[in-house]
């Protein structure tokens, strides 16, 4: 059955922040929800009607989840082959397997990008010492050199500035495949978020515009409040791609705005950090959009309803204990989502939102309100 309507059961592979907002957008539609994480305690397991504790590479647990939901989704991308496979041959999993294998692996997923004819910057796959001092070579100038397969906000990447100290790039990614991508002057980093529903139908949010700090997100907020032409092309690239990989469910496209041309970035077949603004900013979360497409539900409608800016909260602000978030809260426009996590630093534990008659005012605000739990006594 392609479509599953309210009231059907709904698995979720991970269960961390997104997959516990995912579930949350799904008990409100009223669908049951079940989730397969690394921990029996995860972030969705507040939300969850069931979780089971064990490795995304484990296919037998894969499979216990796929025989009690109707569909399974995913909030995390590391999910082993042989366990993706397995759900899809009991329940629909959405996005689906072949997309999963394309975005884990960096060079592949660059090589698909080129082959459908989107844009990107210089890159190169390189495996072992002189292939990245060779590929660094051609390219120019200081590059990244990238882990093609695991790493998140930073990991799993480093800087190269001369192809002599290949040796040493290699030893830090552990000696694993890589991609080295020329080092690009950004005028701007973007966001997309893409929804596609199996029968075909296609919506696209507004785009968001994001702001790193020791590569982790730091503040981003919707729209992006850059040229309309700017939003237009970014908006088309996403729902190309979109539609070049038969995508269900929904996706999160990266892009640099680089001299005036847009550049893919990465992929992401799941609910991305920089949409959190949705549950504010537009007519439709990205969470609800994922629960719609996935089980091919219409999908909802993705205008804009106000500006919204996001700061992301890491577990640094614990330092000395929990930050007072009455201060934070005290400031009109400004909302707080935290995660159930243990704070660690350099993690993320929840984050801020605030909305504002332009996207700059929201900013403002946002930042404001992060401010005010920084400990002054």
Known sequence: MTRIPPGGTIGILGGGQLGRLT??????????????????????????????????????????????????????????????????????????????????????????????????????????????????????????????????????????????????????????????????????????MVARRPSGETAVFPVARNWHQNSILDVSHIPCALPDAVEAQARQIAQGIAEACALEGILAVELFWVRGALLVNELAPRPHNTFHATSLACETSQFEQLVRAACDLPLGSTALVRPVALANLLGDLWDDGPPPFERALAIPGVHLYLYDKEPRPQRKVGHLLATGATPEEAMDKVRRARATLARQD
Request: charged fraction near 25%.
């Open 23 to 192: 579930a949350v957008a799904a008990r409100q539609l009223g669908y049951r929800v079940r989730v397969l994480d690394l921990k029996s305690d995860c972030s969705a397991s507040r939300v969850a009607d069931a979780v089971i504790a064990a490795p995304f590479d484990d296919v037998d647990a894969a499979c216990w989840l796929a025989a009690r939901a109707d569909v399974v989704t995913l909030e995390i991308e590391t999910i082993g082959a042989d366990a993706a496979h397995a759900v899809n041959q009991r329940a629909p999993l959405r996005p689906g397997p072949a997309l999963l294998e394309m975005v884990q692996d960096r060079a592949v997923q660059r090589a698909w990008l080129r082959d459908h004819g989107f844009p990107q910057g210089p890159w190169e796959a390189a495996e072992g010492v002189e292939a990245i001092a060779a590929a660094a070579r051609r390219l120019g100038g200081p590059c990244r050199v990238k882990a093609a397969r695991g790493g998140y906000d930073g990991r799993g990447q480093t800087r190269l500035l001369r192809p002599e100290d290949a040796r040493l790039a290699h030893a830090e990614l552990g000696g694993a495949p890589a991609v080295v991508e020329r080092e690009l002057g950004l005028d701007a980093e973007l966001s997309v």
